[in-house]
């Protein structure tokens, strides 16, 4: 998966660089109806003070490999199953995130796990799809119900809005989710303002 917050010493690719951060998150927030967890923090191409909290696991990012899967499954077009989208979005939680928000996550995927026991008696990684769909959706509507309340416990950065938030960053900044998932040309060419619509065609990446 291509990083969108891979350093460059070019002052021109720089400047590329953030266009395509500010881009890549503007498309995240029409997505979610909301702004991003941390998205200042991103724009400016910044990366938050180093934190003194437990590093993630291969366990952690094989676990977000599985949720994200279960977001964005593969249909006619490749989900994120392929993508390492658990590398991709603990990457972005070390750096992007401040530590009351680092630590929101990292408990996160704890109560996942302890939901899916409690649920259907088994870990997150052995429950079925149809399964998997029906947790996180609870989850989901959780974390909904939380932002509603301006009072609620994290100020409304529950974990799963994180999760959710990344996951589709990180798919739709990889090549697959900018190329696949939606129309891509890479050098647009004259400006065509009556284009013909058929329901159901993708969205333009750019």
């Avoid at 400047?15 to 395509?20: D, H, P, Q, R, T």
């Avoid at 366990?59 to 964005?72: E, F, H, K, S, Y």
């Avoid at 989900?79 to 979005?89: C, E, L």
């Amino acid at each position: 998966m291509s990083s969108p917050v891979t350093s460059t010493s070019s002052p021109a690719a720089s400047a590329a660089l953030l266009m395509n951060r500010r881009e890549a998150v503007r498309r995240v927030a029409l997505l979610m109806g909301v702004a991003m967890v941390g998205s200042e923090v991103f724009l400016r191409g910044e990366t938050v003070a180093p934190k003194a909290l437990p590093a993630f696991t291969d366990a952690d990012r094989l676990l977000l490999d599985q949720v994200g899967d279960t977001i964005i499954p593969a249909t006619d077009i490749p989900g994120v199953k392929d993508q390492h989208i658990g590398a991709f979005v603990t990457m972005m939680v070390n750096d992007c995130y401040n530590e009351k928000q680092h630590q929101e996550f990292a408990a996160g995927l704890g109560k996942i796990n302890a939901a899916s026991t409690a649920k259907f008696g088994g870990p997150f990684g052995a429950l079925t799809p149809a399964q998997r769909t029906d947790l996180l959706n609870a989850i989901d509507a959780e974390q909904k119900e939380e932002r509603k309340d301006p009072k609620a416990k994290g100020g409304g950065d529950h974990y799963f809005r994180m999760v959710k938030e990344l996951v589709v960053l990180g798919y739709f900044s990889s090549e697959v989710g900018a190329t696949q998932a939606v129309k891509y040309i890479e050098v647009p060419g004259a400006f065509h303002g009556d284009v013909p619509y058929k329901k159901g065609d993708r969205a333009w990446y750019s």
